[in-house]
């Protein structure tokens, strides 16, 4: 299992690689130097790769900040909410390259994707 990319978010690394059995998923190297599955599964972000903006579609009614990382780890932007299950971003503020999306939920980290922007 290699993975397909890796980035530093605020002292913990992400990355997200095919096991064989499940497909690609997220995973979250903590502390300890073990992983754990981040269960990403809920949250849809479409299109990828984005060229005006993105749509983020989940589950979950009360989604309410969503987090824009670069691959350095530096926050770009937040965005705050009314709680919702659907929320567009507009990616015109954002420069070509690659992303993390996270999601909060409660002021918790419920799942990190990777976009890219044309």
Known sequence: MAPSFL??????????????LLGTELWKLDGN????DFKSDFIAIYPNPVTTAFTVRTNYTNF???EIIDMDGRKIATERFIPT???QFKASMLQKGTY??????????????RIVIL
């Open 7 to 20: 980035v530093n978010v605020e002292g913990n690394l992400y990355f997200s690689a095919n096991d064989g």
């Open 33 to 36: 130097l073990s992983a754990s």
């Open 64 to 66: 309410e900040t969503l």
């Open 85 to 87: 299950n659907q929320y």
């Open 100 to 113: 993390v999306v996270r999601i909060l939920i409660s002021g918790k980290i419920v799942t990190v994707k």
